[in-house]
């Protein structure tokens, strides 16, 4: 492949030293530069295992890897692709941070779930790695073996829940086999509601799977009975599932920011709606979501305004620093129009991979970006493409998807919706879904040119993800080509604003005490409601709480609102304390309570006029006037005597003899 070390050097500061088979004749010139101790990037990953391993004689080695030849060198444009070339290798260099691990531990203990002989020939073949239970649902005519390695029972799952290592089963029509069981099996009398648990499933059933994306489910093997080729397979991963496995801990989730529910009233569904695994439910206030169920889709953090759920694979700040890096050294070796391609690693570098080596390979001005999956994408991530200066984004999955992508496809229309507004261009964010990679390459020659910003941000992005995108939008505002103050938005947004009816606000304070972001607040010395627009999530809590009914969600992302002060939705006069001056509650709520009540309750009648008062002062004062008084508040007038049935007709009766009604 071409190599255009000018372009890479513009790029890249430091040693370039251009190599034509480093990892054999010139080896000996890869040691040197390990001998000279600086850090040192490698433009093949192909041969990254013998570079490893020269490496292990020079302990203070650090080393990286860039793949500038299926992602550029190999390709019909690769005699323009040396901006490219130098941004992928400056963007590998960028450090990402340490993965935290979750530990599944398994005993062996294995339920085979079927309905005839085929499960039980698994269990012969799987008997002398694992611990067996055969459960068999409805079974027909089922020979006795000879000789009982395992137990072989009867019963029909209800529902199951759990993961590797700590699996939980509801178990109807339960039933032990009779020993004296002879041309087939005979099973004793059965029960409802038994409960099994196990550390991994071998489902041959043929039924409805256990769990929703049960192909994500670490532990739980599915395969179709027919099919023998899958049997074998499921079979044969069974197996080896004993011992202790580590997997990646996708997602940092902090419950205190969580906006799901205020006083048992739901706001925010956003990624309960999402989850494909059912890793996430309801958990009071917040949801919770269990690592150990997690397959890591990161939908929950695309989604999640108020970055409670952030995803860790890595974390959206550390993606966004490697992206700024990779598009300010493309801008600054001389590249420009740059498309920025995020793929996965299963699906999309196989692809890019099959299309360099059979086809003609990626376009020079899009540079690819592998994420762990592409559903883990925001919006924050994809502003950042044009804030940095991008001039468009592609976004590659499966011609069929392994779980819903409703929340990516949002995730995209919301971020094409507001570049739109700015003056970025129409349709520059794509998602392209496509297992060909001939297609692949005519999508993105077919992409829109976008109008690229005169004036990139330079930011670097730290810290939780709602600070990154609240910085992320308003500097993609300021690198705007044609910035506009408000861009309207789709229901579901996670920006937005409340309308507030001032006439029917009471000013009780219900909705401050139900936002979950702080973004509608009280004065503790005036009686008024606060509105801070760059804190709401639009989770609806404050709408479903106002008991008036008088609050409403309008979506949008108001930068002249973001970058103003507290807007002040209503203020009302305060109302004194009679006795002791100090302000309480609003003259208009006061004024309303004294009309309702005033001479219209026993408590406040006759001789007893004087005891409005008390509505008038403040708790501390209500209550020593109370005491000082001593009226007795449950000490209401006598009733009038009630009239029976009896009394009724008794006096209906005396009525009727006495014509003159007296």
Same mark, same amino acid.
């Given at each position: ?257 969580? #906006? ?6 739901? *706001? =925010?569904?956003? +990624?309960?709606?999402? @989850? $494909? %695994? /059912? !890793? ?7 949801? #919770? ?6 397959? *890591? =889709?990161?939908? +929950?953090?695309?989604? @999640? $305004? %108020? /970055? !409670? ?354």
């Amino acid at each position: 492949m071409p190599l255009d070390a000018e372009a890479i050097g513009r790029g890249c500061p430091g040693k370039i030293t251009p190599a034509n088979q480093l990892c054999g004749l010139e080896l000996a010139r890869f040691r040197e530069a390990l001998a000279e101790g600086a850090p040192i990037t490698v433009a093949c990953t192909q041969e990254a295992p013998l570079f490893r391993e020269v490496a292990e004689d020079f302990p203070q080695a650090q080393l990286t890897f860039a793949n500038i030849r299926e992602t550029g060198g190999w390709s019909s444009d690769a005699t323009t692709a040396g901006p490219k070339a130098a941004a992928l290798i400056a963007a590998a260099g960028e450090e990402m941070p340490p993965i935290s691990l979750v530990t599944l531990e398994s005993s062996g203990v294995a339920l085979i779930y079927g309905r005839d002989e085929i499960a039980i020939d698994a269990g012969q073949r799987l008997a002398d790695r694992l611990d067996i239970t055969v459960l068999l649902s409805q079974p027909g005519d089922i020979t006795p073996r000879r000789t009982n390695e395992f137990p072989v029972l009867k019963g029909t799952v209800r529902n199951a829940r759990g993961h590797l290592g700590a699996f939980e089963l509801a178990i109807d029509d339960y039933a032990l086999p009779l020993p004296s069981s002879r041309a087939k099996l005979v099973f004793g009398s059965s029960r409802d509601g038994a409960t099994s648990t196990c550390d991994l499933i071998l489902d041959l059933s043929g039924a409805a799977a256990m769990f929703p994306a049960h192909e994500l489910r670490p532990g739980y093997l599915r395969a179709d009975p027919r099919d023998r080729a899958a049997v074998e397979r499921a079979i044969a991963d069974a197996g080896g599932l004993v011992g202790t496995f580590d997997k990646p801990r996708f997602v940092h989730f902090e419950p205190s920011l969580c #906006a799901h529910s205020r006083s048992g009233i739901t *706001g =925010c569904t956003r +990624c309960l709606d999402l @989850c $494909p %695994t /059912g !890793a996430i439910t309801p958990n009071g206030n917040s949801v #919770a979501i269990d690592a150990n169920v997690c397959a *890591g =889709c990161g939908a +929950c953090a695309s989604a @999640c $305004p %108020t /970055g !409670a759920a952030a995803y860790a694979l890595p974390a959206a700040d550390a993606l966004m620093r490697r992206l700024r890096t990779l598009l300010r050294t493309y801008r600054k070796a001389g590249g420009s129009d740059a498309i920025v391609l995020f793929h996965d690693g299963e699906h999309g570098e196989a692809l890019i991979d099959a299309l360099a080596r059979f086809g003609a390979g990626l376009p020079a001005h899009v540079l690819p970006l592998r994420v762990n999956e592409v559903t883990q994408l925001g919006p924050e991530i994809i502003a950042a493409v044009f804030a940095y200066g991008g001039s468009g984004v592609a976004i590659l999955t499966r011609a069929r998807p392994r779980h819903d992508i409703a929340g990516l496809r949002r995730a995209a229309e919301t971020s094409d919706t507001i570049v739109t507004a700015l003056g970025f261009g129409t349709g520059l964010v794509r998602l392209i879904e496509t297992d060909d990679p001939d297609q692949l390459r005519a999508r993105l020659d077919a992409a829109p040119a976008g109008v690229t910003t005169q004036k990139p941000a330079g930011f670097v992005p730290r810290g939780a993800k709602r600070g990154v995108l609240e910085t992320t939008f308003r500097e993609l505002h300021l690198a705007a080509p044609a910035p506009v103050d408000v861009v309207p938005l789709a229901q579901g947004a996670p920006f937005g604003g409340v309308n507030l009816d001032v006439e029917g606000c009471t000013l009780c304070h219900a909705c401050v005490t139900a936002c979950p972001t702080g973004a509608l607040s009280d004065n503790p010395d005036r009686a008024m409601l606060r509105f801070t627009e760059s804190l709401c999530v639009q989770c609806g809590l404050c709408e479903a709480t106002c008991p008036e009914k008088v609050i409403t969600l309008e979506p949008r992302l108001d930068f002249q609102a973001w970058n103003a002060p507290l807007r002040l939705l209503k203020e009302e006069e305060p109302f004194h304390c009679i006795a002791c001056g100090k302000p309480f509650g609003t003259r208009s709520s006061i004024d309303r309570v004294l009309a309702k009540l005033g001479d219209k309750h026993w408590m406040f009648q006759g001789a007893n006029a004087r005891r409005i008062d008390v509505i008038k002062m403040c708790a501390d004062c209500r209550v020593e006037a109370v005491v000082n008084e001593g009226f007795d508040p449950h000490g209401a007038p006598p009733r009038p005597p009630v009239m029976s049935t009896e009394d009724y007709l008794r006096a209906r009766d005396a009525k009727k003899g006495d014509p003159f009604g007296s």
